[in-house]
C-alpha cells in the first residue's frame, strides 16, 4: 500500500469555512501523540525511515495506540511512502520493547487533528505544537501505477480549498519541529 | 515483572492424570506458533536475548499476537527473565514492521499447549513438534526478593506431579529446535 500525502502551511479557519461550503463530511477530531525513535544500527535521518509510535485520543472514545515504520519515500513529486502501521495493545510496554532493542526516543510531537472527507480524499487540518497550522490531503493507492492520478487529484482539492499546491512542504512535522528548536523560533 | 519458570521433560499422559488426580483447574488448550527474530545489530543468541512474535489459537476464540522481548536471565536458578509483552492487532504487519527495521526471522516453534492452575502456579503441558513432551510451571513475582520462595514453590509442584525438578531444562524451545535440527534427529 502507498499514502499519497500532500501538505501545505494554512490558516486552518479560512480553510474550515471552505470545507463547510464544499459540504465534506466532518470525520471527528483527536488529539495525536507521536513519539519518534532512533535506531541503534542505522540513521534515520539518512536513510529517510521513520519509527513511530502513535497514541490517539478521539472524542468520546479510548486511547488508541499504533506502531508504524514509514520507508524512504519512493518519488519525488509528493510525500508518498511504504508505511507498515498495527495497533498495539499498551503504548509503555511497546516503548519498552523498543528500548530494549537499543531504539531511544527521539522526539515527541503533539497535535490537534481535525478530519475531513472530500472527494475521496482524507482532508486534515493540523495545529502542531511548537510548529504551526497545516492542512494534509492524503488518500492510499494498492500500487505504484495509480500514484500519478491520485497525486493530481490531491493537487485539485488543495486547490478547491484557496490553497496552492507549490507551498508544498515535504518535511515532516517532526522534521519541522527539529528544525524549530534548532533555531529557537 | 520477573517470571520464574521451570521445565521438565515429561510423559504428558501420565501428568495429566496427576492433576487430574490433585483437582487442578484446567484452563483450556491453545496451539501456539512463535517466530523468533535475529536482530541486525546483536547477536540475541549471545546476549541471551530474545524477540518473537506469538500468535496464539484458543479454543473457541479468535486468533491473538503479541510481541514480546525477553531480556538475559536474571539468575543461574531458573528461566527467570525480564520480559516486555504486548498484543498487537496484526501479526503479518508486525512481521514487516521489524523486517524492515532488520530483524530476520530466524525459527518458528509450534506447539500444542494445555494449561490448569495449581497451588497458585500455571501448570502447561507442552507438546512441541519436532521437540518432544514437556511440562512448564511458573508463576510472576513483582520483585528480586520474591524469587527464591517462588522457585522452591514450583520444585514442589513438579514433585507432587510425579516429575524431578533435577530433570529441569534450562534451553528454550527454540534452542531445543535448533539443537534437533543441528543433530538432524
Known amino acids: 500500500m502507498y499514502e499519497v500525502e500532500v501538505k501545505v502551511p494554512a490558516d486552518l479557519e ?14 471527528g477530531a483527536v488529539v495525536q501523540v507521536d513519539t519518534y525513535y532512533d535506531a541503534p544500527h542505522r ?3 539518512e536513510t529517510d525511515e ?8 478521539p472524542e468520546d472514545a479510548p486511547d488508541e495506540t499504533r506502531v508504524t ?3 524512504p519515500l519512493v518519488d519525488d513529486e509528493s510525500k508518498t511512502r511504504e508505511e507498515a502501521e498495527t495497533s498495539v495493545a499498551d503504548r509503555e510496554t511497546m516503548d519498552a ?9 527521539a522526539a515527541t510531537v503533539r497535535k490537534d487533528r481535525e478530519r475531513f472527507t472530500l472527494e475521496g480524499y482524507t482532508v486534515t487540518l493540523d495545529s502542531v505544537d511548537d510548529v504551526g497550522e497545516y492542512v494534509e490531503v ?7 501505477a495509480e500514484l500519478e492520478a491520485a497525486r493530481e ?7 478547491r480549498l484557496g490553497l496552492d499546491p507549490d507551498d508544498q512542504l515535504r518535511t515532516s512535522y ?4 527539529l528544525e524549530s528548536e534548532a533555531t529557537g523560533s
Not at 480553510?15 to 466532518?26: G, H
Not at 523498543?98 to 531511544?104: M, P, Q, S
Open 14 to 27: 479560512a480553510v474550515r469555512d471552505r470545507l463547510e461550503a464544499l459540504e465534506a463530511t466532518p470525520r
Open 43 to 45: 540513521e534515520f535521518a
Open 50 to 57: 521513520a519509527l513511530r509510535i502513535r497514541s490517539e485520543r
Open 69 to 71: 515504520y514509514k520507508g
Open 97 to 105: 520493547i523498543l528500548a530494549n532493542l537499543g531504539f531511544e526516543p
Open 138 to 144: 492524503e488518500t492510499d493507492v494498492d500500487g505504484e
Open 153 to 159: 487529484g490531491a493537487y485539485d482539492v488543495l486547490e
Open 174 to 177: 517532526l522534521g519541522l519541529l
